[in-house]
């Protein structure tokens, strides 16, 4: 239903959130496109089961900590 489908759609702030980052942050591996995410209009959504998996978000926040 589209209940089940907007819980698995997180806003920039409610994906920061949860991987524990900052907003910027997260905002700039979109931008690189190191982590999966879509936009609509000027605002970004990003995949719940995706992020959760974890095997994007942790290669792409390790990746980023490297200097």
């Known amino acids: 239903t589209h209940t089940e489908q ?9 994906a920061a959130k949860r991987l524990k980052v900052s907003e910027r942050t997260l905002w700039q591996l979109a931008k690189d496109k190191a982590i999966p995410h879509f936009r609509v209009g000027k605002q970004y959504g990003f995949s719940r089961p995706l992020l ?16």
Do not use: W, Y
Request: proline residues 4%; charged residues 30%.
């Open 6 to 14: 907007a819980d698995t759609v997180l806003t920039l702030f409610e």
């Open 52 to 67: 959760m998996r974890g095997r994007f978000a942790n290669a792409s926040l390790n990746k980023r900590k490297q200097p």
